[in-house]
């Protein structure tokens, strides 16, 4: 495993380029690399080439759809341990989103020539490509769902309780998260307009879910449980 590049990685049990013979190794080896990218980063333009296929490896992308009339909207974002740029790579076709780094992250990249290679060499890899690509289809079915069936305060507070577990601090009463995008991402997400955005952060204050200042968000701990004396 310490030969193989993902082999030092806490995400190599599910990575797409586990499940290679040690004879494949090399090829992929070849021309592995890592990027560090900066928060503002475009890792690839919608409408340009495929060159490569991306594990984000830390930090958080932003998969955005582009009009032509130069608006966009945030579809999607990319955590830890995701891939991005492969359905692009697997249609041999060009990006048709974009996708930028919402705070200071890091990719490990694999050239599409290369990929190709250890493909043919392990099908089992493109087996896992396809799975990733099916699972993707079945939560943008659930995202869907969920628009009917779940509120949008409750969506709006699922997705903060999430970044803030993932790239939030423990804080002496709370667990605190500076928001790595603007308030209009938050709405593309929940497909809700920006004042009604505001309106569900207000709601979630005063149920006492969290507390908000600008891109500021405090889910306050639980309360420990009194001991009692003896």
């Known amino acids: 495993m310490s030969d193989h590049p993902c082999g030092n990685c806490r995400f190599y049990t599910d990575s797409i380029w586990q499940p290679l013979p040690a004879c494949s190794v090399s090829l992929l080896s070849k021309n592995f690399t890592r990027r560090e990218l900066a928060a503002g980063d475009t890792l690839y333009h919608q409408g340009s080439e495929c060159r490569s296929v991306y594990c984000v490896s830390r930090g958080l992308f932003a998969i955005r759809s582009l009009g032509p009339d ?82 949008n305060k409750d969506r709006l507070s699922e997705l903060l309780g999430r970044l803030t577990e993932a790239f939030g601090e423990d804080a002496e009463d709370c667990r605190r998260l500076r928001l790595p995008m603007p308030r209009q991402d938050l709405a593309d997400l929940i497909g809700v307009a920006p004042e009604t955005l505001s309106r569900l952060v207000s709601q979630l204050e005063r149920d006492g879910v969290l507390r908000a200042s ?17």
């Open 70 to 151: 130069g608006t966009s909207s945030l579809l999607r974002l990319a955590y830890p341990g995701e891939i991005i740029g492969y359905r692009a790579f697997l249609k041999g076709s060009e990006h048709s989103t974009e996708a930028s780094a919402l705070m200071p992250s890091r990719v490990c990249t694999v050239g599409e020539r290369d990929a190709r290679n250890v493909i043919r060499a392990s099908p089992a890899v493109l087996a896992r490509i396809a799975k990733r690509c099916a699972d993707g289809l079945d939560q943008c079915r659930d995202r869907l769902r969920s628009r009917e069936t779940v509120s």
């Open 214 to 230: 600008g891109r500021r968000i405090e889910f306050p701990a639980a309360p420990r449980p009194k001991v009692a004396r003896r």
